[in-house]
């Protein structure tokens, strides 16, 4: 595959019936070669889809740049971006194929404020350890659009609806990121409990996604203490409010998938109906 191959790739991208969008809770990097539950149900999600995706966005929590950056390799690497785990991890590879034309008119459609075209970033976790159990083929094309770290939550929500174009090319929207994450309390057991403050604002995330209180979630440092300790960075938070801020007026949610694992992390997964 070269570059000739995605030459007018938005004239050839018809229109289509609109594509859900979804949130993924990724969890931790051992779930990309674990047989789990959760990675069981990754397999359900991509197959209960209307159609097999054209291409595949994914805005994850590990690419946080200054300014907003659009994956525009061709081949994009297999990101090993963790540290201390089995050398089984880090043999693992998805050779999807990249998407430099679409990620170029995605650039474009983000009129709020300017893309970087990048060539040098990949696929990290938050792309692979899921698309790898959803899509093993590896054959529909790839990219990643960054998260801004340096901005507001609502300027992520907002800059997101001006994707939604996508959604009618066939393209799957993933945010990819966790609803509860902290790691200064994790417990690296496979059972471990998890904390009631983790279960509970994990339960009040999923109420206002059924009330379609959107703005309440953006404005997450407003929901009280349990806030606080599930979300002490928003590196991973933020990738949902791309999720939300796709989501048409009168769009319903399907959660997917719900867990706590290691006691602080949410494997909470929805898309739209």
Known sequence: MDLHDFRNISD???NTDEMPVMFIGHGNPMNGIADNAFTRALGTMSKSLPMKPRAILVISAH????GTHVLVSLQPKTIHDFGGFPEALYQVQYP???????????????????????????????????????????????????????QPPEYHFKLA????????????????GNIVHNLYQIVFSLHA??????ISFDETVKKKLQQGAFNELVNYQQLGREAALAIPTNDHY???????GLINKGEDIR???????????????????
């Not at 409990?193 to 983790?198: I, L, Q, V």
């Not at 933020?238 to 939300?244: A, C, D, G, I």
Request: charged residues 20%; proline residues 5%.
């Open 12 to 14: 050839r991208f018809t």
């Open 63 to 66: 690419w946080l740049t200054s």
């Open 96 to 150: 999807a194929p990249g998407a430099p034309e679409l990620a170029i008119e995605t650039g474009k459609l983000i009129t709020s404020t300017d893309v970087v075209e990048d060539n040098h970033w990949g696929l990290d976790h938050g792309a692979w350890t899921i698309l790898r159990h959803m899509y093993p083929a590896a054959d529909i094309p790839v990219y990643q659009l960054s998260i801004d770290y340096h």
């Open 161 to 176: 609806a001006e994707l939604k174009a996508l959604r009618k090319k066939g393209v799957l929207i993933i945010g990819s």
């Open 193 to 198: 409990k998890p904390f009631d403050w983790a």
């Open 238 to 244: 933020l990738p949902m409010l791309y999720t939300l």
């Open 255 to 273: 959660f997917t998938y719900e867990e706590i694992q290691n006691a602080s992390i949410s494997m909470r997964c929805f898309q739209t109906v």
